[in-house]
């Protein structure tokens, strides 16, 4: 059962640098585990929270000092080591980011690992061959978190975009991070024949299922989908023709365990090019720790929509 208390720094699992946490946001994962309806936390007790920005309060480790504006995103927090929903967080000093010139805490965090994902996904997709010419994009699950950057993201970058939202009434607000249609998954009217016709140049999915099955059999020659989330389910049933027959490709991203050269270059064209146009219009709520409970609640009950930042500072 989670609940918010007083701890000491020094009962903080271990590490080289102490940040004194200003923001955190509640992603999918962190809701799973806060209600414990997910195994994510490794350990318990153990502070939740994937994600953190603040600033350095000690280190013993020479690249930081005192003051230093700093994020961390994955690497165990809030899953092996004591995470971000809190005042204070103590991390290894390789863990760490520097906060991008580019970006406040607070935007950092608006972003958070659902921003940082959502990068990662359409860089693999880019590396891989991904352009607006291939055709739109389909994001799915596109008021969350990662869904609503990706679409600011996406659009920012030339893409068309096609957000696929199980809630009609987001429509608007879709429509507002410059998604071009949007549509519930039932409207795609995906088929279910081994290979379909061509209607899309690739997919950012966070749903998984028949969703991302369905959107496979659609995607453009050479076309790519990211799979990034199971909101919907884990298992899929799919085809190796689209793969063997179009070129299409299925790729991963893990942030968690993203490397940290990668992870650095990410955050920094997060806080550059990559930066979504509307970042102030995903923030769906700011919550103190005291609410936190309650907050992720409502992220599993589909009751919010983008990011939920949570205040530490209090
Ligand atoms: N691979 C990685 O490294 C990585 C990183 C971050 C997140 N993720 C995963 O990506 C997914 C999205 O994460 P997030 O932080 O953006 O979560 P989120 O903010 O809670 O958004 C999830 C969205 O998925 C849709 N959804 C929720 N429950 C659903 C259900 N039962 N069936 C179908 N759709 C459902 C909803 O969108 P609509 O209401 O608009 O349909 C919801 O807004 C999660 O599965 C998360 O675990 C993976």
Same mark, same amino acid.
């Given at each position: ?17 102490v ?11 962190d ?13 318990f007790p153990l ?7 603040g ?7 020479a ?6 504006a ?6 165990g927090?809030g899953?092996?080591?004591d ?22 805490a ?10 940082f ?9 880019e590396?891989?061959g991904? *352009?607006?010419? @291939? ?5 799915? !699950? $596109?008021?969350?978190? +990662? %869904?609503s950057?990706?679409v600011?993201? &996406?659009?920012a970058r ?6 696929v939202?199980g809630?009609?009434e987001?429509?608007?607000?879709l ?15 995906l088929? *279910?024949r081994? @290979?379909?016709?061509v209607?899309f140049? !690739? $997919?950012?999915d966070? +749903? %998984?299922?028949v969703l991302?099955?369905? &959107?496979l059999?659609h ?5 790519n ?8 389910a ?9 793969f063997?027959?179009r070129?299409v490709s ?12 990668l992870?650095a270059?990410?955050w920094?064209?997060?806080?550059g ?14 919550v103190?720790l005291?609410?936190l409970i309650?907050?992720?609640?409502q992220?599993?009950?589909r ?8 205040d530490?500072?209090?």
């Amino acid at each position: 059962m989670a609940r918010v208390q007083q701890m000491d720094v020094d009962a903080l699992t271990p590490g080289d640098v102490v940040i004194r946490s200003e923001w955190s946001g509640i992603n999918f994962k962190d809701a799973l585990a806060v209600t414990g309806r997910g195994k994510i936390l490794k350990r318990f007790p153990l502070n939740a929270g994937i994600d953190v920005a603040g600033r350095v309060e000690s280190s013993s480790d020479a690249r930081f000092t005192p003051g230093d504006a700093v994020l961390v995103n994955g690497m165990g927090l809030g899953e092996t080591r004591d995470g971000g929903f809190a005042g204070m967080v103590r991390v290894p000093a390789d863990s760490i980011v520097g906060l991008p010139p580019g970006l406040t805490a607070f935007e950092a965090m608006t972003l958070g690992t659902a921003g940082f994902t959502a990068a990662l996904a359409l860089h693999r997709m880019e590396v891989n061959g991904q *352009t607006p010419a @291939l055709g739109p994009i389909v994001v799915t !699950g $596109a008021t969350g978190g +990662v %869904g609503s950057a990706a679409v600011s993201m &996406l659009a920012a970058r030339g893409y068309r975009v096609i957000a696929v939202s199980g809630r009609p009434e987001h429509d608007g607000y879709l429509r507002s991070l410059g998604a071009h249609e949007v549509a519930t998954p039932d409207m795609l009217q995906l088929g *279910t024949r081994p @290979l379909e016709s061509v209607r899309f140049g !690739g $997919a950012i999915d966070n +749903v %998984g299922g028949v969703l991302l099955a369905g &959107l496979l059999r659609h995607v453009q020659l050479w076309g790519n989908v990211a799979a990034i989330g199971m909101a919907g389910a884990a298992d899929f049933d799919g085809n190796v023709f689209p793969f063997i027959l179009r070129g299409v490709s299925l790729l991963g991203a893990s942030s968690a365990n993203c490397p940290m050269a990668l992870r650095a270059d990410l955050w920094n064209r997060l806080g550059g090019e990559l930066k979504p146009p509307h970042l102030a219009e995903i923030v769906g709520g700011v919550v103190p720790l005291a609410d936190l409970i309650r907050a992720c609640e409502q992220v599993l009950h589909r009751k919010v929509r983008g990011r939920i930042l949570v205040d530490c500072r209090a």
